[in-house]
């Protein structure tokens, strides 16, 4: 079991930029791949970065790569989100899952190859 904890959502002007944390507890954290998802409003939910358990291979959607950067710290079971450039699209939920597959194994995209989720943090961009 895994128990995941988000921080660091809040509001936040165009062009600003925000850190998301999210804190793991449970056995095992460094073995999982790490990813972070986000929901707007009357949208499904959408995958934004993940993050091998070594933290040496990362992924990102098109639409925030280079704007965005994911990184973990096992020593303290965290993985963050670095957002930078931020856009009101980006405003939804922001959601930090792990998945038990190997990098490679899975597509990393799908909601659905994560067991376990945190409870989400907010993140509004204004204009």
């Known amino acids: 079991q895994v128990q995941l904890v988000e921080s660091g959502g809040g509001l936040v002007q165009a062009g600003g930029s925000l850190r998301l944390s999210c804190a793991a507890s449970?056995?095992?954290?460094?073995?999982?791949?790490m990813g972070w998802f986000r929901q707007a409003p009357g949208k499904e939910r959408e995958f934004v970065s993940a993050v091998s358990w070594s933290g040496g291979r990362t992924d990102y959607a098109d639409s925030v790569k280079g704007r965005f950067t994911i990184s973990r710290d096992n020593a303290k079971n965290t993985v963050y989100l670095q957002m930078n450039s931020l856009k009101p699209e980006d405003t939804a939920v922001y959601y930090c899952a792990a998945s038990p597959n190997s990098w490679g194994r899975f597509d990393r995209g799908r909601n659905t190859e994560y067991d376990y989720w945190g409870q989400g943090t907010q993140v509004t961009v204004s204009s």
């Open positions: 449970g056995r095992s954290f460094s073995s999982y791949t």
